[in-house]
């Protein structure tokens, strides 16, 4: 006999599957495929059970938990590199615009030192805060839904 809801193979007289804890009885009879008729398929059929239909597919394995990023850790990467911050939460596209853009910035301020420093030092704080800012959102998504935001 099999579990209507994971396929597990299970014993009749358990009330609840060791693989995924359903109910023996929810919802009907378990899925109990039909002897072989000799064309290598199954003749059994349940509309209630799908082989090989994972219901986690698409999240986490069972019993993974995925772990919050610390803030500190984002803010000291950005410190150090503009957009290192942003690539340690994910968010490798933003990470990257932003080290080319400081990049750029950088190379123009060694000829015109007063102005495109400011704007490479506001870009630099910024920084900083957007990489505490998005693990604080990464971290609300991740409690909330237990899968991350992006």
């Given at each position: 006999m099999f579990c209507q809801k994971c396929g597990k193979?299970?014993?009749?007289s358990v009330a609840f599957c060791p693989g995924c804890g359903a109910s023996n009885n929810a919802g009907g009879a378990a899925y109990s495929p039909a002897?072989?008729?000799g064309q290598g398929q199954s003749q059994g059929y349940n509309p209630g059970y799908t082989p090989g239909y994972n219901p986690g597919y698409g999240g986490p394995a069972p019993g993974y938990?995925?772990?919050e990023k610390n803030s500190g850790i984002?803010?000291?990467l950005a410190f150090f590199i503009i957009g290192l911050g942003h690539i340690y939460l994910g968010k490798t596209q933003d990470g990257i615009?932003?080290?080319i853009f400081a990049i750029i910035l950088s190379a123009i301020s060694y000829f015109?030192?007063?102005p495109i420093g400011v704007v490479s030092f506001v870009l630099w704080i910024w920084n900083l805060y957007d990489a505490y800012k998005k693990t604080e959102e990464y971290n609300s998504h991740l409690r909330r839904t237990g899968n991350p935001p992006w």
């Open positions: 193979e299970i014993d009749a002897p072989d008729s938990v995925i772990p984002a803010i000291i615009v932003l080290l015109l030192f007063w």
